[in-house]
């Protein structure tokens, strides 16, 4: 079955950085967009950032422009998000995602918490 696990997160001060990761298994990877998404308490869910199968990135949010990068690595199956620059508002439970035969499967989250 379709598996998505992040890490990576945890507790860092503004302007500091975090690398999460996202290890794939159940599907051919290499051949399914990747996205990630994220919730702040009492917030909706927002989309971050999604790639194509073959590593085109296609969005980022305003929120995160310049300041995230999507990337992935098929040879791992595994998707990353960098994030530099990080704000207290960048706080929040940061999901993968990807939809493989019609239905949307989400990791457990890894919770980023940006605070001094």
């Known amino acids: 079955q379709v598996q998505l696990v992040e890490s990576g997160g945890g507790l860092v001060q503004p302007g500091g950085s975090l690398r999460l990761s996202c290890a794939a298994s159940?599907?051919?990877?290499?051949?399914?967009?990747m996205s990630w998404h994220r919730q702040a308490p009492g917030k909706e869910r927002e989309l971050c950032a999604t790639?194509?199968?073959?590593?085109?990135?296609?969005y980022y949010a305003d929120s995160v422009k310049g300041r995230f990068t999507i990337s992935r690595d098929n040879a791992k199956n595994t998707v990353y998000l960098q994030m530099n620059s990080l704000k207290p508002e960048d706080t929040a439970v940061y999901y993968c995602n990807t939809r493989v035969t019609g239905r949307r499967y989400w990791g457990q989250g890894t919770q980023v918490t940006v605070s001094s």
């Open positions: 790639l194509t199968s073959t590593g085109v990135v296609t």
């Open positions: 159940g599907f051919t990877f290499s051949n399914y967009a």
